[in-house]
């Protein structure tokens, strides 16, 4: 189900040992604590909103939904960060929520 872009797979051929050695470290974070796939997918998803990472935030939605978070449960994470990030980037943030909701991105 999960939509990865193109660009990141072109880079993950041209960089194996890094990605791999990338995606064992997440692996690893993951399993280090007691936060369920949901509960992490979501802390993950609100990261990105807080860095303002657009590519982060359209993943860790795709990554929330298919942990078993609903969308308006990923719009409630963009709108708890208003009080923190302001309403500028909280409204981009739902922006790129959005873009997951209709086109998978």
Do not use: N
Not at 49 to 68: F, K, N, P, W
Not at 75 to 103: C, N, Q, Y
Request: proline share 4%; charged share 30%; with cysteine.
């Amino acid at each position: 189900m999960t939509k990865v872009p193109g660009w990141y797979k072109d880079q993950k051929k041209k960089y194996p040992d890094v990605f791999r050695a990338y995606e064992e470290l997440g692996d690893a974070c993951r399993k280090a604590g007691p936060l369920d796939g949901r509960t992490a997918a979501l802390v993950k998803l609100a990261i990105a909103i807080g860095t303002r990472h657009e590519g982060a935030v359209h993943s860790h939605t795709r990554r929330s939904l298919e942990a078993g978070a609903s969308l308006d449960e990923c719009r409630h994470v963009v709108l708890l960060s208003l009080t923190t990030i302001g309403f500028p980037a909280m409204m981009a943030a739902l922006s790129w929520v959005e873009d997951v909701a209709k086109d998978g991105r």
